[in-house]
């Protein structure tokens, strides 16, 4: 059997375009798949890192002074520019994350419908708006704007690519930021590609993209931009969170989850199971909101199983150009399935399909896991691989509190003909579906992210918008007012008049 491909630095010290001397290293985005090369790419370095945020500063400057109306016409050209090379970067990253084709075109498209979101909300949610001043402020006019930070560094992971980067980049651009944006290690190329293809229809750096490894996007948290959107693992946010307190920069923290699948007794039991599968499964389980756990009312609970067992032996993880699940894009990822695996086995779990034999160098096949106690890794810790546990409960509290016992609280899923937003309500996740699965990242108009151990701050939507600035309230005096309260000449008398006022507008109830 081949072994998993290994990722190759080198590297030698050279002056760059500067004149400043910095490392000239580079590293090797290789194909999980195959191991074939994809490219070769810099480690760029602390200096490299803040001449782009410097570069990024000045056409910040420019970004944010352009109306609303017309960032959104580049966002929308950009748009359009990816929209008709979708088949190109289809390709590329195929090449690059080992994902199917064919689910490219779908992380694409929703990538696209953000960009398009983000552009053409963001005037009306970001824009300056009338507030009511109160009684006691009558004499004022009150208004509120979100005006842009100035640059946003985004640290973006490898499962997604595209649609996740694009969930801050588009975002934070349409509130009129510049945005350093630095890929992973794993999907370097379709990074300079997303930079590549904002910078043909803008002409100025205000996407930028830097590559490296970990000590890059470390040197991104240090180099003094405005806020830092971050997704990745919790260890590593925690990492970013630590480099972005010296400079009291704020974070945006996305940071993966282990999200339950609830499925009660009146549910639709075949597309719980389709949906359940395809939670799991899909992009070989590396989705941050992917089904790693479910949990199925006792009355269901054989018909689910005998429905998602058939299902799942149907399904197989190959490099084959009609491959519906693909290779595990990070080699190291490959160990964490494995562990979870067989500590789910060690401890009385059975796998209805794979198991321990479905663990490959570059592949994990589907595994069913059930009987495995909650307190274990492949229930309690981010799987990232294609399996899920499922487990029988009593009752839709039973189900609620176990989807409740992790340090997670990303994105949920509930199936259930009458019950579902009864249940939805009680789960501890930023994000919840009801008869659909993940259903809720493709809503741009909803916000995305979770709590506790999933990180905190929101991308997408009007809250998405909101993130990448800063409010600005004005108050304006329109008329004197008829208390004079913010003047040492104010009397006595006013101040029993206000005594009064008081106690008319709060003194009761
Ligand atoms: P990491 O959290 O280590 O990396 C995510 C991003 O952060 C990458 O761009 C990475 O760069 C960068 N990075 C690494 N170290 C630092 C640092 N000190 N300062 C700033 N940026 C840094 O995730 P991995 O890719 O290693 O995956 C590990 C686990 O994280 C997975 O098994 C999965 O459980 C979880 N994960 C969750 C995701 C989600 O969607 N929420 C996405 C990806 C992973 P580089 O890649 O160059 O090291």
């Known amino acids: 059997m081949t072994q998993a491909p290994a990722r190759r630095e080198s590297g030698h010290e050279s002056g760059n375009e500067s004149g400043n001397e910095s490392s000239a290293a580079t590293f090797e985005s290789l194909s999980p798949a195959t191991g074939e090369v994809v490219g070769v790419f810099s480690i760029h370095g602390e200096a490299e ?4 945020v410097e570069r990024a500063r000045t056409a910040a400057e420019w970004w944010a002074g352009l109306s609303f109306k017309d960032r959104k016409v580049y966002l929308n ?3 359009a520019t990816i929209t008709r090379r979708m088949p190109e970067l289809a390709d590329l990253m195929h090449r690059e994350t080992g994902k199917p084709r064919s689910d490219v075109m779908i992380e694409a498209t929703l990538a696209v419908d953000h960009i398009a979101w983000a552009a053409g909300h963001a005037g009306k949610v970001l824009g300056r708006r009338r507030v009511s001043p109160g009684m006691l402020m009558v004499n004022q006019a009150a208004s509120v704007e979100y005006r842009p930070l100035g640059v946003v560094g985004v640290i973006g992971p490898w ?42 229809c803008v002409g100025r750096p205000v996407l930028q993209v ?36 010296e400079t009291l920069t704020p974070v945006v923290i996305e940071a993966g989850g282990k999200d339950p699948l609830i499925v009660d007794a009146d549910a639709d039991v075949a597309a719980a199971a389709d949906a359940a599968l395809w939670g799991a499964c899909s992009n070989a389980g590396q989705t941050c909101a992917g089904v790693e756990r479910v949990y199925v009312h006792e009355r269901v609970y ?12 149907g399904l197989s993880a190959h490099g084959g150009d009609d491959a519906k699940i693909g290779p595990i894009t990070m080699p190291s990822q490959v160990g964490v399935i494995r562990r979870h695996i067989d500590d ?48 029988k409960v009593r009752d839709m509290d039973e189900a609620v509190e176990l989807a409740n016992g992790t ?38 108009a909803l916000p995305f992210g979770g709590v506790g151990d999933s990180g905190f701050g929101r991308i997408h939507g ?18 004197k007012p008829a208390l004079a309260l913010t003047t040492f000449d104010r009397t006595e008398q006013t101040d029993r008049r206000l005594a009064r006022i008081v106690k008319t507008l709060h003194g009761r109830g």
């Open 462 to 479: 009007p809250d998405g918008l909101k993130e990448f600035t800063y409010a600005k309230a004005i108050a304006r005096q329109r008329f």
């Open 302 to 313: 054989d018909e689910f199983v005998s429905e998602i067992t058939r299902r799942a032996e």
């Open 159 to 200: 499962n997604y690519p595209i649609f996740t980067p694009v969930g801050s980049i588009a975002y934070a651009l349409a509130a009129g930021n510049a945005v350093v944006f630095k890929p992973s290690e794993h999907s370097p190329a379709v990074g300079e590609w997303i930079g590549r293809t904002f910078n043909e």
């Open 407 to 444: 340090s997670y609280g990303l994105g949920a899923t509930v199936y259930s003909k009458d019950h579902g937003m009864a249940v939805a309500e009680r789960i501890r996740s930023g994000m919840t579906a009801i008869n659909g699965v993940v259903s809720f990242a493709a809503i741009p």
């Open 210 to 245: 830097v590559t490296g490894l970990g000590d890059t996007g470390a040197a991104l948290c240090r180099s003094g931009v405005d806020k830092v959107a971050f997704t990745g693992s919790t260890g590593t946010g925690k990492k970013v969170m630590a480099a972005c307190a």
């Open 344 to 391: 789910a086995l060690a401890r009385g779990g059975r796998a209805l399909v794979g198991g321990a034999q479905a663990v490959g160098e570059r592949f994990v096949q589907p595994t069913i896991l059930v009987d495995v106690p909650e307190d274990s890794a492949a229930v309690q810790e981010e799987t990232f691989g294609p399996t899920v546990t499922i487990a």
């Open 49 to 52: 890192v803040r001449a782009a």
């Open 77 to 79: 050209t950009w748009k």
